[in-house]
């Protein structure tokens, strides 16, 4: 995908040139050094990435550029304008998009457009044509009179990016326009922001999905508050050459396989795809694996072409603190009977009012097993899930988690399970010890047991520096960090993840993902939903649901092969998830695209309820 | 259980605005509510409209702009200079002396004087009105023994019980006890649960091993023991600073503070647990707030409402709890008036903490 | 295409973004019906009951009676008490059963005839009459008394006009209570609560919602459009200023024409005087918000500063005069004062300049305070 802006960089001029840019912050006590001369130009016309682990500054830097906040030093021109001195000026020519968005969710999608043409002072005789324009490319059109509060993650985005293009910016600045979204919405986020650029814009988003800063023309990877590297995604491809290989013949072990790679010391990276474990080495050399031939007997090494999310791994991991969760539970000596059924769905429906969000689903999750459910925006998966945790009751059906109902079960059963929503909801104005604390003594940890487990989180998800922070203060990314602590710090025996990884950074995600395999290991039982789809291959078995059904279950393996064919004889399953959606639309409508809508048309009742306006 | 309380008190205390606006604004309003909310008329304006030369309309003035109830504001001349005075509220009232006054007195004819007051609030005026009639009281005896004058065949000797003065800070004062605990309480209260619901924390908390009632209790007890502690201040306060007496049971006054806070913690989250909006909440809690204030018999009698309006006060746990603070400070009240006030406080508690731990499961969708 | 053919000049750019912001206040004014209720509910609900319920009038006081050695005197006497509306004899016979009467609350005040009562009152030795009143409530206690005062002197009278006609009293005051001659409290009350409860209403209505803003983030995408700041404050005002004004006007028409509290002055004083207040209480409101940055701490200050305040300082039930010097002087800061003495005026006494003026000048000059310091501390950036 690389390259295939190239026309349009061409262009050469700078549009936003920094010099020197600093910035602190004062977080209680400490100074916090957010950005350190930083100095950078973005060439107009084309798609720029910001990137770069958690707290490297990213949001900072496009807030600097919004002429959201001052630096401390340094000067910043955009187009020729100073944020800082011309702020107007620069507000007409830039959309900015903060990660909340900035919709009103009391108002609809129509009225959100209006309001931010009035406010961009589009005059209203380009309306229409403008409105007309932005909503066939956000395939919004439909929903021009729903309240944005009731969209979808991924329909909410996009409105978002439509709110912000309205008055056709020279500048765009996007803060992690992704995070949430199914991969179906994602691509089409993409096909928006090509078109814009198309149209001579120039595009900034920070992102952590570094497929997608691949397909940027240039990057910008930040680290602690400093610029570490700039250039085109496949520059320093060279650095890796002779160290990427694929390891084939795992079969049904992959991740066992991976897990066993992903501890060697000369393998800087190790992620699943498909039915074959990917590595990086440390040095240009085959990785030897002989060791390994016991425990899984045919395995084979084929050498590959390096990419940019080698490069990313491969230059951060020396820099960051080596992150590893790996023990995540005290060792515990209980056999574990994987063929148990923990977690029971039989015939679940839930409506809301006359709309069906979950329609007679029902499936079995054994214990120690990494069960993944999938699907895009809006297609039952939170619902299903806060029915598991008993927050919501089904309005038919049962379902049962080790035995009982959690909705009427005894606190005690609640004990055992861990939870974290999709949401950060932890207290934001208590300290990330404070909260660690209180979770700690939620689940009645004894007062040795819980030094312990306070400084194990503390400690693992590297929260130490900023143990005394407001949570609510915190990167997305740490927050995810601590919201995860905060749902293992008891051990529990099945833990319910909702979008555990949206807005992590690849490393720390390799590190939940980690985590989460020794847990199943050790007989943890995983619910789990993502919208990474190469994260779903660490998951056992998975089901993907849209429109409120269950569309696909099954073993990774099996998933993809059921998208398996004569143009795509091996499909990720990113390819497979988009493509049974269009098979399902397909006989719904008849475009593809039309077929999305009806697997999202529902209004969305976990959106609604969690952001109640 | 100690966890949950320690979560509560952080988020309540954590933030700096929000910790002085639970500490700062009732420490100022209990001093200037203190000596601002009072029925005890003081430096009044008046002014005088003197037609009269005589020695004994003098000395009627004299009392009236020697009391301590009224200031002389001036002087009139003429019969349209009382509206100048009295429109523009220069003056609350005017004492008016006619021409014949003091020949009619010693005549013994009975002398008549005008007292024209601002009935813009008429309650002012009535209670001026008063002091005028007592000031004048005191001129007809202090006249009649002078002149040797018949004396009246019987005369009224009124005390007051529990309050010898009639000093309404000793009733304003214990009111206020219960107004800032009542405020306090639902502070920390009302918007609490609402607050959890907004920013999901919430479901976060149910899906911990607490049970309903845990929750509940955490909820509760940070309203309760800062209604507990704020409202101790006050009564230390208007003991101390104050000078109110205490004559009565401390234990007593306890329990009442106690069945009081809680009764009004669990209105608080009641109110809380219904909303879905902080907003919402903040709503409940003003039409909570308001009328349990000038319906409890803090400023007005409960009894000189209609029927209708007396029965609606039954709802208020402010109402009993005046009673109690009031009862015990100033005349050491009898146990069984005060059980009739501590039961229905606790039915009501009881009543709005079930609902509110009810609403917290059947709240969720 | 050119990002400058999309800007219009600058001010028709200017009237779009007010406009727009004013548009989007009142959307979500109708989805989230809370503003509604506070602007006309809670208008309705809290006159209803204050009007009916709030009366400092006693009537109907419980008095024990007791007359130790029954006779025609102590009977003639008590026929005063009987026939006053004020008092509703009980009659006790002995001092200290009506005393229990009394500490249980039943009764609020004891009149005590002695044994002696009717032979002293024939042996001319001025027989006394011992009243006791329950002295907790000094204000109810104190009009008690005058009541009581009033029987006593109305008997003496009586007896004296029986025999040999005089006056009881040397001196005799006749009172003129102007602009209320019927002494109904409800008439000075209600124009109060309108005052009380447009405090309640203006900063309730402003006080969640710039802080809603900070909370759901929507500011941050707010400061990055060319909006400016007195836009974003202008566009919050107006909608919640007819809002509160359409309440207002809601409680002018309830006192008028529910309660029947004379107008002696012109709806357009207090038009002009309303819409100054309900701008400070507006700015007062907004600045809430805008300091506090959340809801829930924005929803503490507005609980906290603005009802007690405005109910005890204002002078609506407690007069300001008679308050310390060093309280009276914070009565200043409060708005609901100056619209106190102006609503208490306009609706009995007419258009009394003299009183109308320098109040709506105050009110003018707090609400120029609270907005401009809104303006000031609205933030313009990030952090």
Same mark, same amino acid.
Not at chain 1, 480 to 490: D, E, F, I, P, S
Not at chain 3, 325 to 354: C, K, M, N, P, S
Not at chain 3, 358 to 371: K, S, W
């Given at each position: 995908?690389?390259?295939?802006?190239?026309?349009?960089?061409?262009?050469?001029?700078?549009?936003?040139?920094?010099?020197?840019?600093?910035?602190?912050?004062?977080?209680?006590?400490?100074?916090?050094?957010?950005?350190?001369?930083?100095?950078?130009?973005?060439?107009?016309?084309?798609?720029?990435?910001?990137?770069?682990?958690?707290?490297?500054?990213?949001?900072?830097?496009?807030?600097?550029?919004?002429?959201?906040?001052?630096?401390?030093?340094?000067?910043?021109?955009?187009?020729?304008?100073?944020?800082?001195?011309?702020?107007?000026?620069?507000?007409?020519?830039?959309?900015?998009?903060? +990660?909340?968005?900035?919709?009103?969710?009391?108002?609809?999608?129509?009225?959100?457009?209006?309001?931010?043409?009035?406010?961009?002072?589009?005059?209203?005789?380009?309306?229409?044509?403008?409105?007309?324009?932005?909503?066939?490319?956000?395939?919004?059109?439909?929903?021009?009179?729903?309240?944005?509060?009731?969209?979808?993650?991924?329909?909410?985005?996009?409105?978002?990016?439509?709110?912000?293009?309205?008055?056709?910016?020279?500048?765009?600045?996007?803060?992690?326009?992704?995070?949430?979204?199914?991969?179906?919405?994602?691509?089409?986020?993409?096909?928006?922001?090509?078109?814009?650029?198309?149209?001579?814009?120039?595009?900034?988003?920070?992102?952590?999905?570094?497929?997608?800063?691949?397909?940027?023309?240039?990057?910008?990877?930040?680290?602690?508050?400093?610029?570490?590297?700039?250039?085109?995604?496949?520059?320093?491809?060279?650095?890796?050459?002779?160290?990427?290989?694929?390891?084939?013949?795992?079969?049904?072990?992959?991740?066992?396989?991976?897990?066993?790679?992903?501890?060697?010391?000369?393998?800087?990276?190790?992620?699943?795809?498909?039915?074959?474990?990917?590595?990086?080495?440390?040095?240009?050399?085959?990785?030897?694996?002989?060791?390994?031939?016991?425990?899984?007997?045919?395995?084979?090494?084929?050498?590959?072409?390096?990419?940019?999310?080698?490069?990313?791994?491969?230059?951060?991991?020396?820099?960051?603190?080596?992150?590893?969760?790996?023990?995540?539970?005290?060792?515990?000596?209980?056999?574990?009977?994987?063929?148990?059924?923990?977690?029971?769905?039989?015939?679940?429906?839930?409506?809301?009012?006359?709309?069906?969000?979950?329609?007679?689903?029902?499936?079995?999750?054994?214990?120690?097993?990494?069960?993944?459910?999938?699907?895009?925006?809006?297609?039952?998966?939170?619902?299903?899930?806060?029915?598991?945790?008993?927050?919501?009751?089904?309005?038919?059906?049962?379902?049962?988690?080790?035995?009982?109902?959690?909705?009427?079960?005894?606190?005690?059963?609640?004990?055992?399970?861990?939870?974290?929503?999709?949401?950060?909801?932890?207290?934001?104005?208590?300290?990330?010890?404070?909260?660690?604390?209180?979770?700690?003594?939620?689940?009645?940890?004894?007062?040795?047991?819980?030094?312990?487990?306070?400084?194990?989180?503390?400690?693992?998800?590297?929260?130490?520096?900023?143990?005394?922070?407001?949570?609510?203060?915190?990167?997305?990314?740490?927050?995810?960090?601590?919201?995860?602590?905060?749902?293992?710090?008891?051990?529990?025996?099945?833990?319910?993840?909702?979008?555990?990884?949206?807005?992590?950074?690849?490393?720390?995600?390799?590190?939940?993902?980690?985590?989460?395999?020794?847990?199943?290991?050790?007989?943890?039982?995983?619910?789990?939903?993502?919208?990474?789809?190469?994260?779903?291959?660490?998951?056992?078995?998975?089901?993907?649901?849209?429109?409120?059904?269950?569309?696909?279950?099954?073993?990774?393996?099996?998933?993809?092969?059921?998208?398996?064919?004569?143009?795509?004889?091996?499909?990720?399953?990113?390819?497979?998830?988009?493509?049974?959606?269009?098979?399902?639309?397909?006989?719904?409508?008849?475009?593809?695209?039309?077929?999305?809508?009806?697997?999202?048309?529902?209004?969305?009742?976990?959106?609604?309820?969690?952001?109640?306006? | 259980?100690?966890?949950?309380?320690?979560?509560?008190?952080?988020?309540?205390?954590?933030?700096?605005?929000?910790?002085?606006?639970?500490?700062?604004?009732?420490?100022?309003? =209990?001093?200037?509510?203190?000596?601002?909310?009072?029925?005890?008329?003081?430096?009044?304006?008046?002014?005088?409209?003197?037609?009269?030369?005589?020695?004994?309309?003098?000395?009627?003035?004299?009392?009236?702009?020697?009391?301590?109830?009224?200031?002389?504001?001036?002087?009139?001349?003429?019969?349209?200079?009382?509206?100048?005075?009295?429109?523009?509220?220069?003056?609350?009232?005017?004492?008016?002396?006619?021409?014949?006054?003091?020949?009619?007195?010693?005549?013994?004819?009975?002398?008549?004087?005008?007292?024209?007051?601002?009935?813009?609030?008429?309650?002012?005026?009535?209670?001026?009105?008063?002091?005028?009639?007592?000031?004048?009281?005191?001129?007809?005896?202090?006249?009649?023994?002078?002149?040797?004058?018949?004396?009246?065949?019987?005369?009224?000797?009124?005390?007051?019980?529990?309050?010898?003065?009639?000093?309404?800070?000793?009733?304003?004062?214990?009111?206020?006890?219960?107004?800032?605990?009542?405020?306090?309480?639902?502070?920390?209260?009302?918007?609490?649960?609402?607050?959890?619901?907004?920013?999901?924390?919430?479901?976060?908390?149910?899906?911990?091993?607490?049970?309903?009632?845990?929750?509940?209790?955490?909820?509760?007890?940070?309203?309760?023991?800062?209604?507990?502690?704020?409202?101790?201040?006050?009564?230390?306060?208007?003991?101390?600073?104050?000078?109110?007496?205490?004559?009565?049971?401390?234990?007593?006054?306890?329990?009442?503070?106690?069945?009081?806070?809680?009764?009004?913690?669990?209105?608080?989250?009641?109110?809380?647990?219904?909303?879905?909006?902080?907003?919402?909440?903040?709503?409940?809690?003003?039409?909570?707030?308001?009328?349990?204030?000038?319906?409890?018999?803090?400023?007005?009698?409960?009894?000189?409402?209609?029927?209708?309006?007396?029965?609606?006060?039954?709802?208020?746990?402010?109402?009993?709890?005046?009673?109690?603070?009031?009862?015990?400070?100033?005349?050491?009240?009898?146990?069984?008036?005060?059980?009739?006030?501590?039961?229905?406080?606790?039915?009501?508690?009881?009543?709005?903490?079930?609902?509110?731990?009810?609403?917290?499961?059947?709240?969720?969708? | 295409?050119?990002?400058?053919?999309?800007?219009?000049?600058?001010?028709?750019?200017?009237?779009?973004?007010?406009?727009?912001?004013?548009?989007?206040?009142?959307?979500?004014?109708?989805?989230?019906?809370?503003?509604?209720?506070?602007?006309?509910?809670?208008?309705?609900?809290?006159?209803?009951?204050?009007?009916?319920?709030?009366?400092?009038?006693?009537?109907?006081?419980?008095?024990?009676?007791?007359?130790?050695?029954?006779?025609?005197?102590?009977?003639?006497?008590?026929?005063? =008490?009987?026939?006053?509306?004020?008092?509703?004899?009980?009659?006790?016979?002995? +001092?200290?059963?009506?005393?229990?009467?009394?500490?249980?609350?039943?009764?609020?005040?004891?009149?005590?005839?002695?044994?002696?009562?009717?032979? +002293?009152?024939?042996?001319?030795?001025?027989?006394?009459?011992?009243?006791?009143?329950?002295?907790?409530?000094?204000?109810?206690?104190?009009?008690?008394?005058?009541?009581?005062?009033?029987?006593?002197?109305?008997?003496?009278?009586?007896?004296?006009?029986?025999?040999?006609?005089?006056?009881?009293?040397?001196?005799?005051?006749?009172?003129?209570?102007?602009?209320?001659?019927?002494?109904?409290?409800?008439?000075?009350?209600?124009?109060?609560?309108?005052?009380?409860?447009?405090?309640?209403?203006?900063?309730?209505?402003?006080?969640?919602?710039?802080?809603?803003?900070?909370?759901?983030?929507?500011?941050?995408?707010?400061?990055?459009?060319?909006?400016?700041?007195?836009?974003?404050?202008?566009?919050?005002?107006?909608?919640?200023?007819?809002?509160?004004?359409?309440?207002?006007?809601?409680?002018?028409?309830?006192?008028?024409?529910?309660?029947?509290?004379?107008?002696?002055?012109?709806?357009?004083?207090?038009?002009?005087?309303?819409?100054?207040?309900?701008?400070?209480?507006?700015?007062?409101?907004?600045?809430?918000?805008?300091?506090?940055?959340?809801?829930?701490?924005?929803?503490?200050?507005?609980?906290?500063?603005?009802?007690?305040?405005?109910?005890?300082?204002?002078?609506?039930?407690?007069?300001?005069?008679?308050?310390?010097?060093?309280?009276?002087?914070?009565?200043?800061?409060?708005?609901?004062?100056?619209?106190?003495?102006?609503?208490?005026?306009?609706?009995?006494?007419?258009?009394?300049?003299?009183?109308?003026?320098?109040?709506?000048?105050?009110?003018?000059?707090?609400?120029?305070?609270?907005?401009?310091?809104?303006?000031?501390?609205?933030?313009?950036?990030?952090?």
């Amino acid at each position: 995908m690389t390259g295939m802006l190239d026309s349009a960089a061409n262009n050469s001029i700078v549009a936003v040139a920094a010099t020197g840019l600093g910035k602190h912050f004062t977080v209680g006590q400490r100074q916090i050094t957010a950005l350190e001369s930083i100095t950078l130009s973005i060439r107009a016309g084309v798609v720029s990435a910001l990137i770069g682990p958690d707290g490297a500054g990213k949001t900072t830097l496009l807030r600097l550029l919004a002429g959201l906040l001052v630096p401390d030093h340094g000067v910043i021109s955009v187009f020729g304008l100073d944020p800082v001195t011309q702020p107007d000026a620069v507000h007409c020519i830039t959309g900015y998009m903060p +990660q909340r968005f900035g919709l009103y969710e009391d108002l609809t999608v129509q009225e959100n457009l209006d309001l931010y043409a009035d406010l961009h002072g589009v005059p209203s005789r380009l309306r229409p044509a403008r409105f007309h324009e932005l909503l066939e490319m956000t395939k919004l059109s439909a929903f021009q009179g729903r309240l944005a509060g009731k969209l979808s993650g991924g329909m909410k985005q996009k409105l978002g990016l439509a709110c912000t293009l309205v008055a056709q910016p020279r500048l765009l600045l996007l803060d992690e326009p992704t995070v949430g979204v199914d991969p179906v919405s994602r691509r089409e986020l993409w096909l928006i922001i090509e078109r814009m650029v198309a149209t001579g814009t120039t595009v900034l988003m920070s992102t952590a999905y570094l497929d997608e800063a691949e397909r940027c023309h240039e990057i910008f990877m930040l680290h602690a508050g400093k610029l570490l590297r700039q250039g085109a995604p496949g520059a320093d491809h060279s650095i890796l050459a002779g160290r990427c290989f694929e390891i084939h013949g795992a079969e049904s072990f992959t991740r066992r396989l991976q897990s066993r790679l992903a501890e060697r010391p000369n393998i800087v990276d190790a992620v699943i795809q498909g039915d074959t474990v990917r590595v990086v080495t440390a040095r240009p050399q085959t990785p030897k694996l002989d060791d390994l031939a016991a425990e899984f007997p045919s395995l084979s090494v084929t050498p590959v072409p390096p990419r940019f999310e080698d490069g990313f791994i491969a230059l951060l991991k020396p820099l960051v603190e080596q992150v590893n969760l790996g023990s995540a539970l005290s060792p515990s000596t209980e056999a574990v009977d994987r063929e148990d059924v923990v977690i029971e769905v039989r015939e679940v429906e839930r409506w809301f009012g006359d709309f069906h969000a979950v329609k007679r689903i029902s499936f079995d999750v054994k214990r120690g097993e990494v069960f993944g459910l999938l699907g895009a925006n809006g297609a039952g998966k939170t619902t299903t899930f806060r029915m598991l945790c008993g927050l919501l009751p089904p309005s038919r059906g049962q379902l049962r988690v080790t035995g009982v109902d959690l909705r009427s079960a005894a606190a005690k059963a609640r004990r055992r399970i861990g939870y974290m929503s999709q949401k950060f909801s932890l207290y934001g104005a208590l300290s990330v010890r404070q909260n660690l604390e209180f979770f700690a003594s939620a689940y009645r940890l004894d007062s040795r047991l819980r030094r312990i487990r306070l400084d194990w989180a503390l400690e693992r998800f590297q929260l130490t520096t900023y143990a005394e922070s407001s949570s609510g203060d915190l990167p997305l990314g740490h927050k995810q960090r601590l919201a995860l602590a905060c749902a293992l710090l008891h051990e529990p025996e099945i833990l319910f993840l909702d979008e555990p990884t949206s807005g992590v950074d690849p490393l720390m995600r390799r590190a939940f993902w980690s985590a989460i395999n020794a847990l199943a290991e050790q007989g943890v039982t995983v619910l789990v939903t993502t919208h990474f789809m190469e994260e779903a291959e660490y998951c056992d078995r998975l089901v993907i649901m849209a429109a409120g059904s269950l569309l696909a279950a099954g073993r990774p393996q099996e998933i993809r092969a059921q998208a398996r064919s004569p143009d795509q004889p091996n499909p990720s399953l990113e390819d497979a998830f988009i493509r049974l959606l269009h098979n399902i639309a397909g006989s719904d409508v008849g475009a593809p695209q039309a077929g999305l809508k009806g697997g999202l048309q529902g209004r969305s009742p976990q959106q609604s309820e969690q952001t109640p306006s | 259980m100690l966890g949950l309380l320690k979560k509560e008190f952080l988020a309540l205390l954590r933030d700096k605005k929000s910790r002085f606006v639970l500490i700062g604004p009732p420490l100022i309003q =209990l001093l200037v509510f203190g000596y601002a909310a009072t029925f005890d008329l003081n430096r009044v304006p008046i002014a005088i409209y003197n037609e009269d030369s005589g020695s004994a309309s003098r000395e009627l003035i004299a009392r009236f702009t020697g009391a301590k109830a009224f200031r002389e504001v001036g002087r009139i001349t003429r019969q349209s200079g009382i509206a100048e005075f009295i429109n523009p509220k220069k003056a609350l009232l005017v004492l008016h002396i006619g021409r014949e006054f003091s020949r009619d007195l010693s005549k013994r004819k009975p002398a008549s004087i005008q007292l024209i007051v601002d009935g813009r609030n008429s309650n002012t005026a009535l209670i001026a009105l008063n002091y005028a009639q007592t000031i004048l009281a005191g001129f007809n005896r202090t006249w009649t023994e002078q002149q040797r004058l018949a004396i009246p065949p019987a005369r009224l000797e009124i005390r007051a019980w529990f309050n010898p003065n009639l000093n309404s800070q000793w009733f304003i004062v214990p009111g206020i006890v219960g107004l800032l605990t009542l405020v306090v309480t639902m502070l920390v209260t009302a918007l609490s649960v609402a607050r959890e619901r907004e920013q999901g924390t919430f479901d976060q908390l149910l899906v911990t091993p607490f049970t309903p009632l845990e929750i509940l209790i955490g909820k509760a007890l940070p309203g309760v023991l800062i209604g507990l502690v704020e409202s101790s201040f006050i009564v230390l306060m208007a003991v101390y600073w104050f000078h109110v007496p205490f004559v009565g049971d401390v234990a007593a006054l306890y329990l009442g503070i106690v069945l009081f806070v809680v009764a009004t913690a669990g209105v608080g989250l009641m109110i809380s647990s219904l909303a879905t909006t902080q907003q919402q909440g903040l709503l409940g809690a003003f039409l909570f707030i308001v009328p349990s204030i000038i319906l409890s018999g803090f400023a007005t009698p409960i009894a000189n409402m209609p029927e209708t309006v007396q029965t609606l006060t039954l709802l208020i746990p402010l109402r009993y709890f005046l009673v109690i603070v009031r009862g015990v400070m100033l005349e050491s009240i009898p146990l069984s008036l005060l059980s009739d006030q501590y039961w229905p406080m606790a039915v009501i508690g009881f009543a709005t903490l079930g609902l509110a731990a009810w609403m917290f499961r059947r709240r969720l969708y | 295409m050119n990002a400058e053919h999309y800007v219009s000049p600058d001010t028709s750019a200017k009237r779009l973004r007010l406009l727009g912001l004013i548009r989007k206040e009142f959307l979500q004014i109708r989805r989230d019906l809370s503003s509604i209720a506070i602007a006309f509910l809670l208008p309705i609900v809290l006159l209803i009951i204050f009007g009916y319920g709030v009366s400092l009038d006693a009537k109907h006081v419980h008095v024990g009676l007791v007359a130790e050695n029954p006779g025609p005197e102590t009977a003639d006497f008590f026929s005063g =008490l009987q026939r006053s509306e004020y008092f509703q004899p009980v009659y006790f016979s002995g +001092q200290r059963a009506a005393q229990k009467a009394l500490d249980q609350r039943r009764i609020s005040a004891i009149v005590r005839l002695r044994s002696d009562f009717s032979r +002293q009152l024939l042996n001319g030795h001025s027989a006394p009459i011992d009243v006791i009143v329950d002295g907790v409530d000094a204000n109810t206690a104190r009009l008690v008394s005058g009541y009581l005062q009033g029987v006593w002197a109305g008997w003496l009278q009586r007896r004296l006009d029986e025999r040999a006609g005089g006056s009881a009293q040397a001196v005799l005051m006749q009172q003129r209570i102007w602009f209320n001659p019927a002494v109904r409290s409800r008439d000075y009350l209600v124009p109060g609560l309108i005052a009380v409860i447009m405090t309640l209403t203006g900063a309730l209505l402003t006080a969640m919602v710039v802080a809603r803003e900070w909370d759901r983030g929507t500011l941050e995408a707010l400061l990055a459009t060319p909006v400016s700041v007195g836009e974003v404050l202008t566009g919050k005002l107006v909608p919640y200023y007819l809002l509160g004004m359409g309440g207002m006007a809601l409680a002018i028409g309830m006192a008028i024409f529910l309660f029947e509290v004379p107008l002696r002055g012109s709806l357009w004083v207090l038009f002009v005087t309303g819409s100054l207040f309900l701008l400070a209480a507006l700015g007062m409101g907004l600045l809430i918000s805008i300091i506090a940055q959340n809801q829930f701490v924005a929803g503490q200050m507005a609980i906290i500063t603005t009802y007690l305040p405005a109910f005890i300082l204002s002078g609506f039930i407690f007069d300001i005069d008679s308050m310390p010097v060093a309280v009276q002087t914070f009565t200043y800061l409060i708005a609901a004062r100056y619209f106190v003495a102006i609503l208490q005026t306009v609706f009995l006494a007419g258009d009394v300049w003299e009183v109308i003026v320098p109040n709506a000048l105050a009110l003018a000059l707090m609400a120029l305070v609270f907005l401009a310091l809104a303006a000031r501390r609205m933030p313009r950036r990030l952090g």
